[in-house]
């Protein structure tokens, strides 16, 4: 469990992918209501792949960590195969256990990465709801 913990505190104190990216495609930025954790997310989508990924953003190392441990699994995924990431694929990513209280923290990322490939398609975005409903299944 610690290894974990670690890794989180690792990405946390140096995240992946924290710049902007130039050429971006799409931008797109959500927060956590609950405690003020906020993240920006670019990405460039070239022929239905992320071929960069970029964010800025604040908040607890849980938000901060996960944003970071996100985007660099999403870097070449398909967007089709990226817009199925689950809360559980997020809880793996994690690999630490989450309390109620915690989940919005530790799915701030996976929301936006979801809101910000719908916002490519012209879709509605997923709300907080939708997204933690998907953790019960």
């Known amino acids: 469990m610690n290894l974990y ?3 989180i505190l690792e990405h946390h104190r140096h995240p992946r992918c ?3 990216i130039a050429d971006r495609t799409i931008e797109h930025s959500e927060n956590n209501p609950a ?3 906020a993240i920006t997310l670019e ?3 070239e022929k239905g792949e992320i ?3 970029g964010w800025n953003g604040s ?3 849980l938000s901060q960590a996960g944003i970071s441990m996100l985007l660099e699994k999403i870097s070449g995924m398909s967007v089709k195969d990226a817009g199925q990431l689950s809360p559980k694929d997020m809880r793996s990513l994690l690999g630490v256990p989450l ?3 915690r989940l ?3 799915f701030l990322p996976l929301l936006a990465l979801h809101n910000a490939l719908r916002k490519s398609k012209g879709e509605p975005p997923e709300t907080w709801p939708e997204l933690l409903e998907q953790d019960q299944e």
């Open 43 to 45: 990405l460039k989508i």
């Open 104 to 106: 919005q923290c530790a």
């Open 59 to 61: 908040g607890c190392a």
């Open 5 to 7: 913990a670690e890794n």
């Open 99 to 101: 309390t109620t209280r």
């Open 18 to 20: 924290k710049s902007p």
């Open 35 to 37: 405690c003020g954790d």
């Open 51 to 53: 071929t960069a990924a």
